[in-house]
């Protein structure tokens, strides 16, 4: 019988799942897609992928017609042999091995009697789980099944290298958004972007200029994941460079003619709600290239919402568009945000009415977008959500 692993390895393995970040992350499609392929080439009543920390077995997915398990002690788990080998563990009738014949899996009214597991390895080269075959009758595993199951298992610990991937991308992209709120006279201003995937296609950015104004840039580029993640940082480092330019139309022109090659041979588009905000005089000149997001809420509680901007980037090399101003009083309120926002009503624009209404409850911008945050992470995130707020004080 092989020993446990020791304190070293049993750290090493803690680190290694804490930086491929899939222990609480819910089911995912792509390893979903493994399971299922599983359980049907194979024929057995339960197809599954677990991790093992220190003291427990988490299932991170399982196809199952009868058979299921849920997260459990470490000390009960079948997975727990697997990840003392480097080879596959086959157990042909549980009740008649030594190890598991009291297990609660095998001698309680899950009647398990056959397992089958292969050890997953994070890219560093720690036994982190398993993915596994159970069945509720004895039965055996051929060599070349078990060929299957290794291959099938590699496939997983691909996907797992693409979780410490994806890992470094979300923080780069994290990175590039503003780290503070800015101090501008006489108003706040915070904002917001969370991605539906671990990177996404949204971004915000903000910049003071020589001359006192605030830059700000609200971009939703069409898709999510890798593709967009990779657009939104030319986008994002294009506008870097065109916000010096006097006038928000005219950055916008600029940047759209530095971009409309990439976006033509990627067939992608871009919302983009670029402004200027004075904070001397509350002035908000601002230009909406098909972005159409955006509330005014005023002192009073009256709402308004500017006409619908021009086309997107990326639609044609000689689009234009206009700069639009609104001047807020104080105690006036401005929130521009991606549609993302909207999904996490009913997700049309009849939705409108309650993101107004949170921005009129806030107590401050800081609040709205924490409110926006929250009930991200209550209801889920289908499509990146991104907000700014803006709040002229005095």
């Known amino acids: 019988m092989h020993a446990r692993p020791g304190a070293d390895q049993d750290a090493a393995r803690v680190r290694a799942l804490e930086e491929l ?74 009740t008649a091995d030594d190890r598991f014949a009291d297990n609660p899996l095998v001698a309680g009214p899950s009647h398990l009697r056959f397992y089958a597991g292969h050890p997953l390895q994070a890219p560093g080269g720690q036994r982190v ?21 290794q291959d099938l298992a590699a496939w997983v610990e691909d996907e797992l290298a693409n979780s410490t991937e994806l890992e470094h991308a979300a ?5 590039l958004l503003p780290r503070t709120s800015p101090e501008l006279p006489g108003h706040e201003v915070a904002g917001m972007c969370l991605p539906s995937r671990a990177v996404g296609g949204d971004f915000y950015d903000w910049e003071a200029l020589p001359d006192g104004d605030l830059a700000l840039t609200v971009a939703d ?65 601002y230009t909406d290239a098909g972005h159409s997001l955006m509330v005014v809420v005023r002192a009073d509680g009256s709402v308004w919402r500017p006409r619908s901007g021009g086309l997107p980037l990326g639609v044609f090399l000689d689009a234009d568009w206009a700069e639009e101003v609104v001047q807020l009083q104080p105690g006036d309120s401005v929130l521009v945000f991606s549609d993302g926002l909207l999904d996490l009503y009913d997700g049309t624009l009849s939705s409108l009415d309650r993101v107004a209404a949170a921005v009129r409850d806030g107590v401050d911008v800081q609040h709205v977008i924490d409110r926006f945050a929250v009930l991200s992470r209550r209801v889920g995130v289908r499509d990146d959500v991104t907000a700014v707020a803006i709040r002229r004080t005095a």
């Open 129 to 149: 789980g398993a993915l596994c075959l159970l069945d509720d009758q004895p039965r055996r595993l051929s060599a070349p099944e078990r060929e299957l199951l």
């Open 171 to 175: 923080e780069a992209q994290r990175a």
């Open 221 to 285: 580029v069409m898709g999510k994941g890798f593709a967009a993640a990779l657009t939104t940082a030319g986008v994002r480092a294009v506008f870097r460079s065109a916000v010096r330019t006097a006038g928000t139309a005219q950055a916008l022109r600029e940047a759209a003619a530095t971009l409309y090659e990439d976006l033509e041979r990627t067939s992608t588009l871009v919302t983009v709600w670029h402004g200027r905000l004075s904070p001397a005089t509350g002035l908000l000149r």
């Open 21 to 94: 970040d899939v222990l609480h992350t819910g089911p995912e499609r792509r390893f979903d897609r493994i399971t299922r392929l599983a359980q049907r080439v194979f024929g057995v009543v339960n197809a599954s992928i677990t991790l093992i920390d220190e003291d427990r077995q988490h299932v991170k997915s399982q196809q199952a017609t009868g058979l299921t398990f849920e997260d459990g002690a470490r000390a009960d788990a079948f997975c727990d042999h697997t990840i003392r080998r480097p080879d596959t563990l086959v157990v042909e009738d549980a």
